[in-house]
Structure formats: structure tokens, C-alpha cells
């Protein structure tokens, strides 16, 4: 019924760029908001940042000032600018949304992922 698709991961130097997208398509009636999230081997998966239907961002504190997350409200695609990036930012990066859809007649919010990109920083 919903389906979130990434793409944009890759391998990098320190101090290189990368850009993640992900695209939500499927029944959905309207995106409540929309993240991405990393998980590192033997670690739990940690926000790395948020964006809200109003446009409000949430960052992680290691990730402040080097990224930045943005949407296409038309195209339902969330982004993940990358840089400076930092041996530490090595993870599975996952997205995430947070969507009304139908139940039968009825709504609901619910919670969806993307299939994760890996995102390697190393010399």
C-alpha cells in the first residue's frame, strides 16, 4: 500500500558529501512527516533528523551545522544533505514517515520505512 524508496548512499572520504533521498508513494492521504535515521552494527538505530508537515526540522547533535534535511512537498520526497562527513556517520541510513492512510472508511497514522542506504566514510 506504501512504499518508501532511497537512494544516494555510497562510499566517501572524511570531509565528503553525499545526498539521500527517499520517495513515498501508495494510498497514503498526506505525510504528517518524514525523517531519517541511522543504525551502526551492535547499535541501536538513533534520529538523525526530522522535518514536520509545517516545515519544522529536528537534528541530532553530532549531525548539526554539516546536515541538512529538506522536502518536495509535491514530489513526497524528504532529502539528507550530507557534508563534512565523519568516519562516526558510517551507518545503515534508513527513512522514515509518518503518514495518514485509510483504514477501511476510517484513518490512521502510521509508521513506515524505506529499505536503507549505506552510507560508508572512510579514507
Known amino acids: 500500500q506504501v512504499q518508501l524508496v532511497e537512494s544516494g548512499g555510497g562510499l566517501v572520504q572524511p570531509g565528503g558529501s553525499l545526498r539521500l533521498s527517499c520517495a513515498a508513494s501508495?494510498?497514503?492521504?498526506?505525510?504528517?512527516?518524514m525523517g531519517w535515521y541511522r543504525q551502526a552494527p551492535g547499535k541501536e538505530r538513533d534520529l538523525v533528523a526530522t522535518?514536520?508537515?509545517?516545515?519544522?526540522?529536528n537534528y541530532r547533535d553530532s549531525v548539526k551545522g554539516r546536515f541538512t534535511i529538506s522536502r518536495d512537498t509535491a514530489k513526497n520526497t524528504v532529502y539528507l544533505q550530507m557534508n563534512s562527513l565523519k568516519p562516526e556517520d558510517t551507518a545503515v541510513y534508513y527513512c522514515?514517515?509518518?503518514?495518514?492512510?485509510?483504514?477501511?472508511?476510517?484513518?490512521?497514522?502510521?509508521?513506515?520505512w524505506g529499505q536503507g542506504t549505506q552510507v560508508t566514510v572512510s579514507s
Open positions: 522514515n514517515a509518518d503518514l495518514m492512510t485509510w483504514q477501511g472508511s476510517r484513518t490512521r497514522t502510521s509508521d513506515y
Open positions: 501508495g494510498s497514503f492521504i498526506r505525510i504528517n512527516a
Open positions: 522535518i514536520t508537515r509545517g516545515g519544522i526540522t
